[in-house]
């Protein structure tokens, strides 16, 4: 995915988001990588970037991002919440080793009749435990 400032100024305005340099910094890592960074992730990086930024900041500047719909939570199992900017369905495998979070391309097939007595289905995740290729190798 590519991080265009317009854009988010565009869509910012639109929800109603102030725009500001640690928002702009934080949606631009999260953008720019694949890993799902957590808030602490996140801060690592960006601290030598960016002035006076601190690990509060990042927590509000997400919270803020996650209200305004520019990034969505991984649902995972772990205490640690980690972040993801691509927001059109699509699932996650996670290592339980590493812990790393790759996206898989499924969306589970759950037909609104499955869940007919349950509710009215607005979203559905996949999400996949196992050990990654990596961890894999690093065993055998
Ligand atoms: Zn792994
Ligand atoms: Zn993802």
């Known amino acids: 995915m590519e991080f265009s ?6 869509r910012a305005k639109e929800m109603g988001l ?3 340099p640690q928002r702009i910094a ?4 999260i953008v720019s990588r694949k890993d799902h960074p957590s808030a602490e992730e996140l801060y690592e990086t960006l601290k030598g970037k960016i002035e ?7 927590y509000r500047t997400l919270s803020s991002l996650e209200k305004a ?13 980690r972040y993801d900017a ?9 290592c339980k080793k ?11 097939p759950v037909s609104s009749e499955l869940l007919r007595d349950v509710g009215e289905i607005k979203e559905c995740s996949l999400v996949c435990y196992g050990i990654c290729k990596e961890c894999r190798n690093e065993k055998a």
Request: proline share 4%; aromatic share 8%; glycine share 8%.
């Open 5 to 10: 400032v317009k854009k988010f100024r565009e």
């Open 18 to 20: 102030k725009v500001t």
């Open 26 to 29: 934080v949606y631009r890592e």
């Open 52 to 58: 006076g930024i601190s690990l509060t900041t990042v």
């Open 69 to 81: 719909g520019f990034v969505k939570r991984v649902p995972t199992l772990k205490d640690k919440v």
């Open 86 to 94: 691509r927001l059109e369905p699509h699932g996650h495998f996670i």
């Open 98 to 108: 590493c812990g790393k979070i790759v996206d898989i391309e499924v969306t589970l």
